[in-house]
Structure formats: structure tokens, C-alpha cells
């Protein structure tokens, strides 16, 4: 039996919650092998960020050539980046060795407000990193960070999505876990992803958990979408799934810390009714 590669790249939560081992877990729980590699540590907890220790580069470029040299990846993502001399390094490393599909979660803020990406790394995600994606996952906070427009409600996601594609991402996936007004016009009630192929604009739309502070749901959204893609799923077809994992991770989430609560990443990958 030969498993299907995924592979994270990306900066490590020592909570256990985000980054590296949200990702992880998530591959795990949809039957696939996690690779990683890492770009940042941090001292993290359900509560906040206090400090970040930069990953050298060149080692970042080594972590990838290695995996890369040995294991037949299927998917990779990318998730925290630090710094945009982190960025060149991986952009370089994938030019060299270019993989069949990288999804590109634009990790800036942490959910608690610490800046996760340091001056001048926009520019560098926006010009290199977004060329290479086989889709980029942006909240609406770093949607508009990205394009210079206002994203704040459905509309204004999918001409956001619109202008990532433009940017030169194949296509885009905006996340409107924080999105107060739906569709109605009244507060939402739904968890709306508003998705652009480069030819249409879907909506993803599931019932809203009322858990008004998640940790690591982005990253591990992303992974899954990267999992679904190394088991061979179409972008469209791994993008429900992943949503519906997220879902079900949320509404298993049980309090850890005394912080944002984290997913509970063992529910099943696929709920009962749901073909993969």
C-alpha cells in the first residue's frame, strides 16, 4: 500500500493547535503522510504568541530539498513564512523542483493580533509566492491586505478573489469565518467561503458553529484542502471536504487552555453521508 505525500511548510505552534501540528494532524486524519518543513518557531499557547525564533533560509531551502530528494510529494502548502528572505528561499526551492499543486495560506496575524509576517514579506507573498499557487486560502482581514480593497462582505469577497487570481494565483478561496453580515443582509448565521477559478465564482455555505473563538481553524482548512488534493480530488471536491472537516472539528472542539479553543482534529475526515 503507497500512501499519498502532503507536505506542510510552515511555522510551529507549541500549543499544538496551528501551524505545523494542526497541519499534520489534519493529513493524519484524512489517510495521508505529512512531510514538513519548518519555517519559524514560536512560543505560542491558546492565548497568544510571546516570542517567534526565525528558521535560517538556507536551512528552510535544505529542509526542502531533502524532503523533496527522497519522498514523491503530491501537494504541499504553505502556511506561516516570517520573512521575506524565508519566502525567496522557498520560492527558489520550488522553482527548482516545482510540485503538482501548492495551496498558499498568507499567514499574517494570529488570531490574537501578533504579527506573524514581517515587514516587506507582503510584497514579496503578493510578487512570488502567489504566482506558484494551485489556490490561495486569505481571511478577509488579509484578502484585503492583499488586493487593497475593502472585503467585507460577500460581494467584495468575490471581487477579492477575482483580483487574487489576477495577481497570478490559479485560483482563490476567501474565508469569511469572520463575516457579521450574510447574505440577507442580517447577521450571519452561515460560515461562507467564496471561491474564483479563474472562470466561475462558487460559494461554500455550511451552518455557522457558535463558538465565537477557534485556534488554528485556517490552518488546518488549508491542510485539508492540500490533503484532499494529494488523494487526488479535484480543487473543487477538496475544498468541501476540508470545510466540512473544519466543521465538524469545530463543533467537536473541547476547552483546552484559556484561550481560543482548538479543533479537535480527531473527528473522521469524511462524516457518514459524505462522498469523498
Request: glycine share 8%; with cysteine; proline share 5%.
Amino acid at each position: 500500500m503507497t500512501l499519498p505525500v502532503a507536505l506542510t511548510i510552515a511555522g510551529s505552534d507549541s500549543s499544538g493547535g496551528a501551524g505545523i501540528q494542526a497541519d499534520l494532524k489534519t493529513f493524519a486524519a484524512f489517510r495521508v503522510y505529512g512531510a514538513s518543513v519548518l519555517t519559524a518557531l514560536t512560543a505560542q499557547n491558546t492565548r497568544g504568541v510571546d516570542s517567534v525564533a526565525a528558521v535560517e533560509p538556507a536551512f528552510v531551502a535544505q529542509q526542502i530539498a531533502a524532503v523533496l530528494d527522497d519522498l514523491d510529494v503530491a501537494a504541499a502548502k504553505t502556511g506561516m513564512v516570517a520573512r521575506p528572505a524565508v519566502i525567496d528561499a522557498i520560492v527558489d526551492a520550488l522553482h527548482a523542483r516545482p510540485l503538482p499543486h501548492l495551496v498558499v495560506d498568507p499567514v499574517m496575524v494570529a488570531s490574537s493580533g501578533a504579527v506573524l509576517l514581517e515587514s516587506g514579506g507582503v510584497e514579496r507573498l503578493r510578487e512570488r509566492l502567489l504566482p506558484l499557487a494551485t489556490l490561495v486560502t486569505p481571511n478577509l482581514r488579509e484578502a484585503e491586505v492583499l488586493t487593497g480593497r475593502s472585503v467585507t462582505t460577500h460581494v467584495e469577497m468575490a471581487a477579492a478573489a477575482r483580483a487574487l487570481v489576477d495577481l497570478g494565483a490559479r485560483a482563490a478561496l476567501i474565508k469569511g469565518g469572520h463575516l457579521t453580515v450574510g447574505r440577507t443582509g442580517r447577521l450571519a448565521d452561515e460560515a461562507l467561503d467564496v471561491f474564483f477559478d479563474g472562470r466561475n465564482v462558487t460559494e461554500f455555505s455550511v451552518a455557522r458553529v457558535p463558538i465565537p473563538n477557534t485556534h488554528g481553524s485556517g490552518c488546518t482548512l488549508s491542510a485539508a484542502v492540500v490533503a484532499g488534493l494529494a488523494l487526488g480530488r479535484s480543487l473543487e471536491a477538496a475544498i468541501w471536504a476540508a470545510k466540512r472537516y473544519v466543521t465538524r472539528a469545530i463543533e467537536a472542539a473541547f476547552p483546552l487552555g484559556h484561550g481560543a479553543i482548538p479543533l479537535n482534529h480527531l473527528v473522521p475526515a469524511e462524516g457518514p453521508n459524505e462522498k469523498p
